[in-house]
T-cell receptor, first 116, second 115 residues
Framework: AQSVTQPDIHITVSEGASLELRCNYS??????LFWYVQSPGQGLQLLLK??????LVQGIKGFEAEFKRSQSSFNLRKPSVHWSDAAEYFC??????????????FGAGTRLAVHP | ETGVTQSPTHLIKTRGQQVTLRCSSQ?????VSWYQQALGQGPQFIFQ???????GRGNFPPRFSGLQFPNYSSELNVNALELDDSALYLC??????????????FGPGTRLTVL
């Protein structure tokens, strides 16, 4: 079955420290992978996506993620965290048929807190 | 370019009532998907509408239903509300027809509370 696992429910880092959020997926075919961020009471904002090609993808707000097929992982990283990065982060895999029905399967999310 | 909009922002209903949530898709998009996000969880796919028909459905009972209109806007209807229906309901629009996965763009959501 298709699924996404985010092992860390909560993470706390100090401002200026580096960050890595983990994501593992289970999907039979080549995955379409996404990271979204959600601030309190808000919808989802796309940080970055992987469809094919270079396995290291760059996103907005200084985030990057690396696709590792052998580990079924798509971890999100940022070299230096800012207080405004405090939010909930969701990893998702896109499932479906080209040109037709498709859906996103989300992990349970990782809540990031940033200490000054 | 207009993004995805949803109305209302917040809604309070009582158990057993019916509710209708609305979504306007992003300009140029022809497909709408709905997701339910319970507190502390990731969004769960409810269904997708394309060409005014349901195009795929997640593990939700029939009392969750929808509509898509000729202008591609959409409604989510939930009958016989239960306490567990309390959640943030997210709408996402996309353009079906290309190769590969059709990227989805999300609205701000409607927060439904069932008392």
């Amino acid at each position: 079955a298709q699924s996404v696992t985010q092992p860390d429910i909560h993470i706390t880092v100090s401002e200026g420290a580096s960050l890595e959020l983990r994501c593992n997926y289970s999907y039979g075919a080549t995955p379409y992978l996404f990271w979204y961020v959600q601030s309190p009471g808000q919808g989802l904002q796309l940080l970055l996506k992987y469809f094919s090609g270079d396995t290291l993808v760059q996103g907005i707000k200084g985030f990057e993620a690396e696709f590792k097929r052998s580990q079924s992982s798509f971890n999100l990283r940022k070299p230096s965290v800012h207080w405004s990065d405090a939010a909930e982060y969701f990893c998702a895999v896109g499932a479906g048929v080209s040109g037709g029905y498709n859906k996103l399967i989300f992990g349970a999310g990782t809540r990031l807190a940033v200490h000054p | 370019e207009t993004g995805v909009t949803q109305s209302p922002t917040h809604l309070i209903k009582t158990r057993g009532q019916q509710v209708t949530l609305r979504c306007s898709s992003q300009s140029g998009h022809n497909t709408v998907s709905w997701y339910q996000q319970a507190l502390g969880q990731g969004p769960q796919f409810i269904f997708q509408y394309y060409r005014e028909e349901e195009n795929g459905r997640g593990n939700f009972p029939p009392r969750f239903s929808g509509l898509q209109f000729p202008n591609y806007s959409s409604e989510l209807n939930v009958n016989a509300l239960e306490l567990d229906d309390s959640a943030l309901y997210l709408c996402a629009s996309s353009l079906v027809g290309g190769i590969g996965f059709n990227e989805q763009f999300f609205g701000p959501g409607t927060r439904l509370t069932v008392l």
